[in-house]
């Protein structure tokens, strides 16, 4: 809370169920009323911006798999259709490859509809 007393406008998916196979992890998430990252972006019709789809898929590799303290080295994102306010996905997120370099595989989907999907590549810190 401010100090006025109002809360702040939220910035995190809420989690609602996770899925693990091995380097594989799927999650089902829920954008909150009032999420941060549509203000503005864009007026009349609101659109969750790409980057950050890229950190929330690295943030939630982070607590999910096996990413250790890599850090991202590139990334690419492909967008098919927009993520719009309150939305309802489901993120599929895999591993591969070997310690040092390592690269995540990720997909947004709203329903059995795709929104984005990409590549980001994880070299040691």
Do not use: N
Not at 3 to 18: C, H, M, Q
Not at 27 to 50: C, I, K, Q, R, T
Not at 57 to 67: E, F, T
Not at 70 to 76: D, G, I, K, N, S
Request: some cysteine; charged content about 20%; proline content about 8%.
């Amino acid at each position: 809370m401010t100090a006025a007393g109002s809360s702040r406008a939220p910035t995190e998916p809420e989690v609602l169920t996770v899925r693990r196979r091995d380097a594989l992890v799927e999650l089902e998430l829920s954008l909150p009323p009032g999420l941060l990252y549509f203000a503005g972006h864009f007026d009349g019709f609101a659109v969750l911006p790409g980057v950050v789809q890229l950190h929330w898929a690295i943030g939630l590799a982070r607590a999910y798999l096996p990413v250790g303290r890599c850090l991202p080295a590139e990334m690419q994102i492909k967008f098919r259709r927009p993520i719009r306010p309150e939305a309802c996905l489901t993120l599929r997120i895999a591993l591969a490859g070997t310690a040092g370099r390592q690269q995540l595989t990720f997909d947004y989907r709203c329903g059995d509809t795709p929104c984005s999907s990409g590549k980001i590549t994880l070299c040691d810190a």
